[in-house]
């Protein structure tokens, strides 16, 4: 069975809805934030931690899986699910955009790109096809189609030309599929042209995938400008689809989102800055290891229910991170994602209460105090 | 209260015994392997974690506490317990063996140690005061005396020495003890001499300690060696108090330390292996990074139940060490102290069934294996 998006309210004053997923792997409310598991893990935690914090999907990489171990070996271990101990659903990028962040290291044709691996410097390619092939093996419940997304700034021809290619990767990717219970979501490029956004959503809703992503932001770009190109472009994808903004997760970043009509988040911001020292809060982020925190012994964020706030001081913490100790990347790693999580559960509540907008305007009034 | 044990049952093959040794914070069933907390926490390991694989008792370091947070931060957070969140006992070391191991970085004198920090170098002093205000300060259950331990070899004149030094530093760790809730642990010396332990053990009994650690092993002599001196060294001690051979951990020595009628163990071994990809299984030792366990879809240990084996294949396991994934550090962690801890009440087990030296036949004939 392919993913079914269920509507169950729209916003009164914003584009923001709210709804659920139907999946082979259990409902999924949304708007939701999906964890990043890069490797077949979300670095630090198990899938118990995961799901005690309520991680309803996660999201893994198929350029690094590919790499290593190879989809062949998770294919024989059952698959990503099975391999990693992971039964909730999980959702597979197409490696696309590791690929073209490789620069020089990558060549890019009309068949795919071929490039050398970060890992041992062995020629490699992905196509259409191939990228497909590996998401097929991994089983992931949802995957992506290899797109080509362009840099910013770009010119309006390579950007057209970009979005061209894209829809016929989009096509081969189609052809190219051969797992039933996998769902292939299409993604619209354009970059910040609105016509050119308007044009690659025509041609990717004929191709009638049963998600959609707006790909080609967070690239370098000012929000202000993701935001705009936001506010047309959700307008052009069908209201009974899952809407997908790739690889955003700062709180300003997805109530935006969810303001403008998106469904789906991923990132690695929260576990990336976990593990460097720095907490989300409800007033605002905080570096662990800063020395006023020295004899601070009170939890990490006092409005926080999660097992860190619940058990840990903020001397402690520090103390694990000035010693190196792997469990404070475990309790900043926890916090932060849990914090995410919870955000958008908030978020979820308030559209359900129709008071969206005073939501973000409380949580931003304590959130910007930092 | 201090410590009390109550002897439950004395091996009739061995000098084996079984028994419990109860605390402030709960009754300590040994004999006991107690994982080690350098940092105020057991590296990768949550307290929760801890008390899943059934740990009754973790030891941490005076030395690296001392140094950093400080014992006067800890004592300000209330105490080690609850700065690291763990409510069952906790032994602390003297620092004493640590201070000793920087060589040429301190300087040893009747008065104590001097010695430079290996994190900022700055100057620092370790007297049996000191040690005890540390440790005092910590809150532990179990606290040791500061003790001079003499490298292997030695030469008679200098252990002889050292054990007098060392019941003249155990006199004045006793005099400084200032808290009534903390059971201060002697420390026999005597290095590899039958008449120089006896003098030693003599010497601290008339001290009427709550019990007793067997001190100077594992210091790089023929394991033989320490089980001769252990044969001879444990029978000097009351049979009412409990008997701890620091520093210990491989499965050979526990269950010879257990044979010559030890009752608690420490070692960083098991934690330090898993972080470097051993594990101990049921059939041996096992190098995770082995490329033999590539595609291997089998459990870590097949006879295990803990919550890796359970969970995950030798060739996950794998992918998350070539990967450089702290899930994988976690996992083997989890699974080494697990295996201990679980091999220790299986000694239990097989003393109170009167069949202790058929159990151990019984795990070397599979240990050995591999």
Redesign the interface.
């Known amino acids: 069975m392919l993913v079914k998006y269920e509507l169950l309210k729209e916003c009164s004053e914003t584009k923001a809805r709210l709804g659920k997923l139907h999946t082979n792997r259990g409902v999924i409310n949304t708007p939701i934030f999906m964890p990043v598991g890069t490797?077949?893990?979300v670095?630090?935690?198990?899938?118990e931690e995961l799901k005690e914090m309520n991680a309803e999907i996660i999201l893994s990489n198929t350029y690094?899986l590919f790499l290593?171990?190879g989809h062949g070996?998770i294919e024989?271990?059952?698959g990503l699910h099975k391999?990693?101990?992971w039964d909730r659903p999980i959702l597979t990028d197409s490696g696309g955009f590791q690929v073209f962040s490789l620069g020089k290291l990558r060549k890019l044709s009309e068949e795919g790109a071929t490039f050398n691996s970060h890992i041992d410097g062995s020629k490699q390619e992905l196509t259409p096809e191939k990228a497909i092939e590996i998401q097929n093996a991994l089983d992931s419940d949802i995957a992506m189609v290899l797109d080509e997304c362009p840099p910013y700034p770009a010119t309006r021809e390579y950007v057209y030309n970009s979005l061209k290619r894209t829809t016929r990767w989009a096509k081969r990717c189609i052809d190219a599929n051969n797992n039933p219970n996998q769902s292939l979501f299409g993604i619209v490029q354009g970059g910040m042209y609105q016509d050119l956004r308007e044009e690659s959503a025509k041609e990717l809703l004929e191709l009638d995938f049963p998600g959609y992503a707006i790909g080609g932001l967070s690239v370098g770009e000012p929000k202000n400008l993701m935001y705009e190109v936001l506010e047309y472009t959700t307008p052009l994808l069908p209201k009974d689809k899952p809407r997908y903004l790739m690889g955003v997760g700062s709180p300003d970043a997805l109530f935006e989102g969810v303001e403008k009509g998106i469904d789906m988040f991923d990132c690695v911001h929260p576990t990336r800055i976990g593990r460097n020292g720095t907490a989300m809060t409800t007033y605002g982020t905080v570096n662990i290891k800063n020395a006023k925190f020295?004899?601070d012994?009170t939890p990490l964020d006092s409005e926080c229910s999660c097992y860190t706030c619940r058990?840990?001081?903020r001397?402690?913490l520090?103390?694990?991170f000035?010693?190196n100790?792997?469990?404070g990347?475990?309790l900043m790693t926890y916090h932060n994602v849990h914090f995410l999580i919870d955000t958008m559960k908030n978020i979820r509540k308030s559209l359900e209460e129709d008071r969206f907008m005073t939501y973000k305007k409380e949580f931003f009034d304590k959130y910007d105090q930092s």
């Not at 670095?43 to 899938?47: I, R, V």
């Open positions: 490797q077949a893990t670095k630090t935690m198990t899938p690094h290593r171990p070996l024989k271990a059952g391999f990693m101990n020295k004899e012994f058990n840990y001081t001397a402690y520090r103390h694990l000035k010693a100790e792997i469990l990347l475990r």
